[in-house]
């Protein structure tokens, strides 16, 4: 039948269910099959509903739909949550000899097994989520040698026995399944001979930091950018660097600034809430001209929000936040391996043109995994420039007849000689007041006007300098013209297929970059229908780009606390399309 | 350079706008001698400084510095000694940016024991805002914004140190130059976090906290025989809110600065100029 299976395992928070759906995540990944993943998860350490869903085919996925095909239901609450996507060739993993009454819906097939008696017979209940793996491989066709590894990599350092175990466990969830039912729902899991690697978003951006020859990371515990944290504690030891858990974000935006000027390239990650705390110092930062990539993940806001669950709603935030007026540059990466690339680049931009470089990612791209082939990550790729670093031999030419260094020297650029502490004779203040080339404290109109347009100039440089281009999918020559940003990339290109056998013709442009940002103006005025689509309430983009091509521009938005959907996506753009410009 | 430096190395062009007769000009005269005496120079040296009167100290002194925001000044230079143990690593600030403000920063720089100094020119009062009541001023003291007093005690930034785990505390005089400089030397040189309370007289807007005040109150530490090794004592005089000390009171033989805790001793500034050789083993973990 086919090809494009969704499996999904949900219960209460503590069942353990994030780590058996990354088992069988792994183990399809290494059988050459291409995953994408996506999590429900509530804001709460033990009870309430949370899933693992995995969608997996041989060929490129890279977003979820409203279907599932096997759904593991550790609670009726799991599979109440999931009625919708439910039809008549899905089948339900469940353990009937538990307490609980299932009431599985008429149209899928109940798949009965005592994944808790099972369990213990391969030497403990708590192995019941690897029984109901391997039953869902019988189910599914899917070797169940497969999983050997992943128990092994999730296993492994507590005991060969207990990975001993849950391979046993796996076998008899198979064997019941293959002696008690004959259900065949037409799988048979394809397996190829590709080498895939399977990680999230947050990894990706850890992954990226390291490559970028990231040293400092200092970060208070947010969700959903803690992970980043996680990921570089135990690894960027390697590289002689170091990773600090600060007291709060004004601290860690703060040791962060401190790294940056002492010539570490440095980088604090955190949330909405994070980045209003860190505003302040974000001004700091681009006024003493330091090298800083601050990476927001954003959730659902305002204030504390919905913290578990994915928004776009920071854009304005880390467009316009903080007082005064400070050059930025807010970069936005729309997959997760777009997530490590767009890491690299903000550690250059940032050191380029010493100025903060907000790197925006969502709770989308964060918290879900996805397969790539690992020439995704070409390291030999990764080019590093550490902008106009000066060193004992070149710090003459930027000092003044007394010989002081001048560090915010105007230039035709905008971009004034960097000196790192133990660089000799560049010694020299930095600070937020406004100052003079020397960095020393003034008032004088001149002076002002002469540093606050230099440190705007860099903007302009970059702006010509610097290759700020979009993506692009579907039709080039389409006369509908979809844009959007972040995480949608991946649903929207997913839909095209969807308007395609609709006979729409759509063409999608999907910016990485917000600030600078490619000029939309042409397309927009070539395009008889222009669609933005975002995860927020108002379309903060949108708006940018109406002000930029002064033309109004149609909208979709999503703010439920849930990504968009390829196909509910391709629906809401049909609609849409036949919808009235809205009046100037 | 290091052999031949003077105190004046580390002295700006820039000439101070604090108040003729400040504590101020007498505190940071010491850390530059401080400086100079351990052989540091201004091109390995990292001066942070916070907001206020204190903060201006970074533009009057000679160094790589930063000056920051308002009572963060704490975690900039932790960040600077982290990513750099080969530079010397002061921070400098007020008792409003210190134990108000940025208390917080206070009580975690405390506990990291991060290699550097920290010195803080405590008034009792905020200055540049022409005169407000600031943590340590009395609770009866008069201000714009406390008419009748803050009605609530002073913090004791000593006490609040010990209590974080300190693992030097000292406090010193602007006025009493040679030991004031003798102190902040000793908060240099100490393996660890040394922190310094330094009484530096606001002569605009406090006449309590006065130059005659301290200059009759003060009891010299060194004099009493007092033992920096004793917890106990230091527990005493630290707590003793009959008198005011100067000297060092209290210091952990013990101390192992962050550092040597976690392993971070390598020059963060250096990086190749690609990703590292073995990058690509970072891909082959998510196999």
Known sequence: MTEDLNWAIGGEAGDGIDSTGKIFAQALSRAGRHVFTSKDFASRIRGGYTAYKIRTSVDQVQSVVDRLDILVALTQRTIDENLDELHDGSAIIYDGERSWEANIPEEATAVDVPLKSLAEEAGGAIMRNTVALGAACEITGFDVEYLDESLEKRFGGKGSKIVENNREAARLGQEYVQENYDVDLGYDLETTDNDYVLLNGDEAIGMGALAAGCRFYAGYPITPATNVMEYLTGRIERYGGHVVQAEDELSAINMALG??????????????????????????????????????????????????????????????????????????????????????????????????????????????????????????A??????????????????????????????????????????????????????????????????????????????????????????????????????????????????????????????????????????????????????????????????????????????????????????????????????????? | MSSEVRFTDFKSDKQPTWCPGCGDFGTMNGMMKALANTGNDPDNTFVVAGIGCSGKIGTYMHSYALHGVHGRALPVGQGVKMARPDIEVMVAGGDGDGYSIGAGHFVHAVRRNVDMSYVVMDNRIYGLTKGQASPTSRSDFETSTTPEGPKQPPVNPLALALASGATFIAQSFASDAMRHAEIVQEAIEHDGFGFVNVFSPCVTFNDVDTYDYFRDTLVDLEEEGHDRHDYEAAKEVILDAGKEYQGVMYQNENSVPYHEQHGVTEDMSEIPDGAPEDAMDLVREFY
């Open chain 1, 259 to 380: 790294a940056a000027r002492a010539g570490a390239r440095s980088m604090t990650a955190t949330s909405g809430p994070g980045i209003d705390l860190m505003a302040e110092t974000f001004g700091l930062i681009a006024t003493s001209e330091t090298p800083l990539v601050i990476c927001d993940v954003m959730r659902s806001g305002p204030s504390t929000g919905m913290p578990t669950k994915q928004e776009q709603g920071d854009l304005n935030m880390t467009l316009y936040g903080g007082h005064g007026e400070v050059p930025r540059f807010v970069i936005t990466p729309t997959t997760i391996s777009e997530c490590f690339w767009k890491t690299v680049e903000a550690f250059n931009y940032a050191e380029k043109y010493q100025t903060p470089v907000y790197l925006v990612a969502d709770l989308a791209l964060a918290v879900t995994e996805q397969t790539f082939p690992p020439e995704a990550f070409d390291m030999d």
């Open chain 1, 382 to 584: 990764v080019e590093i420039d550490r902008g106009k670093l000066v060193d004992d031999d070149t710090v003459d030419e930027w000092l003044d007849e007394q010989g002081r260094f001048r560090a915010h020297a105007n230039t035709d650029d905008g971009i004034s000689p960097r000196a790192i502490p133990g660089t000799i004779d560049g010694a020299h203040m930095s600070t937020g007041l406004e100052h003079d080339e020397l960095g020393r404290r003034t008032e004088e109109t001149d002076v002002r006007v002469e540093q606050v347009d230099k440190r705007n100039r860099k903007v302009e440089t970059a702006q010509a300098e610097e290759d700020w281009d979009y993506r692009e999918f579907g039709s080039p020559d389409a006369e509908n013209l979809v844009i959007s940003w972040g995480s949608n990339e991946g649903a929207l290109v997913e839909a095209l297929d969807y308007l395609e056998e609709e006979g729409v013709d759509v063409r999608v442009v999907s910016v990485p970059y917000i600030f600078p940002r490619p000029d939309l103006t042409d397309d927009v005025e070539a395009a008889e229908d222009v669609i933005v689509v975002e995860c927020n309430a108002t379309g903060q983009f949108a708006d940018v780009l109406e002000r930029d091509t002064l033309t109004r521009l149609k909208r979709i938005n999503k703010y439920t606390g849930v990504r968009f959907k390829a196909d509910e996506l391709a629906e809401a753009i049909q609609t849409k399309l036949t919808e009235e410009v809205p009046a100037q």
